[in-house]
């Protein structure tokens, strides 16, 4: 069974390949704009500064943890958007504009990301960085490659499972010249307590979820009245 499990993220990357087009919930990224907008207006239901992106894996179908944990954090008043990997630039794309508008962008920046999400989830935070913005808060499970991150990244969480340590994992993540953040990696894998945990259900973990939430609830203010 474990090898199964550890075979199953060759799958999806060879699935990937072949060209994925999934369902896309979050459609609220603006298309290109002329003149100075008036700032936007708060999204219904969001009490706290922030903005938490949270991108799914493969085909929308192998990341559903993600869907719980963003319910839970509008619960708590938070501004999230859950969308597929494939759509990263897009989101990445607004933020960027929107932070050269009267609107601006609501800090902290938060993104959260499960297999090719995590990997994506990566690109988008460097993307940003390559813009000047920083993201204050990166989570990743399990991602499909190796990646390393940027200077404009303050805290990053990389869980993931493995047989291997460290370095030797092709889900560690590294830290980029010029990174002075906080990074972690921690690998479930080697953890007794998580034995039943794998790829497939590592994002859904409650335990996880829990820890996560409360450090980005953490982060952010309640926005005045």
């Known amino acids: ?5 550890r075979s199953l993220p060759i799958f999806f990357f060879l699935f990937h390949l072949g060209g994925c087009t999934s369902v ?3 459609s609220d990224v603006s298309a290109s704009r002329t003149g100075t907008p008036e700032p936007r207006p708060v999204p219904a239901g969001v009490t706290r500064t922030g903005e938490v992106y949270l991108l ?5 179908v192998f990341s559903t943890g993600l869907d719980g944990m963003g319910a839970k954090m509008k619960a708590r008043g938070m501004n999230v958007k859950v969308f597929n990997h494939t759509s990263w ?30 990997d994506d989830g990566i690109r988008m935070a460097n993307y940003l960085g390559s813009r000047g913005i920083r ?24 869980f ?7 370095v030797s994992s092709y889900r560690f993540v590294t830290a980029a ?15 007794p ?4 945990v794998h790829h497939l259900n590592i994002e859904k973990n409650a335990g996880l979820h829990d820890d996560i939430i409360q450090r980005a609830f953490s982060m952010t203010s309640r926005l005045p009245r």
Do not use: C
Request: proline residues 3%.
């Open 1 to 5: 069974m474990k090898s199964l499990f």
């Open 24 to 26: 896309e919930e979050s």
């Open 56 to 60: 799914r894996g493969l085909a929308n």
């Open 89 to 118: 630039q897009a989101h990445a794309n607004d933020i960027v504009a929107r932070s050269k508008e009267r609107s601006g962008i609501s800090n902290p920046l938060m993104i959260m990301g499960h297999s090719f999400g995590a």
């Open 135 to 158: 993201v204050d808060y990166l989570v990743t499970f399990d991602a499909t490659t190796r990646g390393a991150v940027g200077p404009n990244i303050g805290r990053v969480r990389n």
């Open 160 to 166: 993931y499972v493995d047989g291997a340590d460290g």
């Open 177 to 191: 010249p010029g990174f002075q953040g906080d990074l972690k990696n921690t690998n479930l894998g080697k953890n």
């Open 193 to 196: 307590e998580h034995n039943s």
